[in-house]
T-cell receptor
Framework: EPEVTQTPSHQVTQMGQEVILRCVPISNHLYFYWYRQILGQKVEFLVSFYNNEISEKSEIFDDQFSVERPDGSNFTLKIRSTKLEDSAMYFC?????????FGPGTRLTVT | AQKVTQAQTEISVVEKEDVTLDCVYETRDTTYYLFWYKQPPSGELVFLIRRNSFDEQNEISGRYSWNFQKSTSSFNFTITASQVVDSAVYFCALSEALFTSGTYKYIFGTGTRLKVLA
């Protein structure tokens, strides 16, 4: 069964550094998403992406964040200058309609 | 605004007890979708069930069952004869259509941590 994959599973970075989280969505899906879950809290929507552009973004998704589909298979989330409060689990998801399929997540730790 | 409420923050039960996790939602949409996910300590989101707003049939899958009631905007989840392996955080989610873009976003509840004691 096709699945969404994410790399790395765990990323440790220093405050102020740039990080790129990578996702490979299910191949025939057209819609892509990123969600964030701060430890012990709920999962929150960050951004949706369709037809090579951002469709919707939440207030969390500020200028420090960007998304890209550089090669038609990978879907990336970049955080330009990480802050301590960016420490969280980041989930990628893809869909062809209303139902989204989630990747296993990348745990980002900012020290 | 769309909202999902899981009022139970944490529940502890002894193995073999039945346990019900509550989920109440708010939405303006007439067509919507509801989901339950399990999040074990390893952190991934494990899909359990989906329901659309036109299908109010309750569902049973092994030890799991779901009770969807539109009249009370609730979508509750029951585990029968709980086991230690059921210990996890369980999230209820509502799929909201973003009509301006044709995409959807999930709105998650705050989760219920279930501890099943041996």
């Amino acid at each position: 069964e096709p699945e969404v994959t994410q790399t790395p599973s765990h990323q440790v970075t220093q405050m102020g550094q740039e990080v790129i989280l990578r996702c490979v969505p299910i191949s025939n899906h057209l819609y892509f998403y990123w969600y964030r879950q701060i430890l012990g809290q709920k999962v929150e929507f960050l951004v949706s992406f369709y037809n090579n552009e951002i469709s919707e973004k939440s207030e969390i998704f500020d200028d420090q964040f960007s998304v890209e589909r550089p090669d038609g298979s990978n879907f990336t989330l970049k955080i330009r200058s990480t802050k301590l409060e960016d420490s969280a689990m980041y989930f990628c998801a893809s869909s062809s309609s209303y139902e989204q399929y989630f990747g296993p997540g990348t745990r980002l730790t900012v020290t | 605004a769309q909202k999902v409420t899981q009022a139970q923050t944490e529940i502890s039960v002894v193995e073999k007890e039945d346990v019900t996790l509550d989920c109440v939602y708010e939405t303006r949409d007439t067509t919507y979708y509801l989901f339950w996910y399990k999040q074990p300590p390893s952190g991934e989101l494990v899909f359990l069930i989906r329901r659309n707003s036109f299908d109010e049939q309750n569902e049973i899958s092994g030890r799991y069952s779901w009770n969807f009631q539109k009249s009370t905007s609730s979508f509750n989840f029951t585990i029968t004869a709980s086991q230690v392996v059921d210990s996890a955080v369980y999230f209820c989610a509502l799929s909201e259509a973003l009509f301006t873009s044709g995409t959807y976003k999930y709105i998650f509840g705050t989760g219920t941590r279930l501890k099943v004691l041996a």
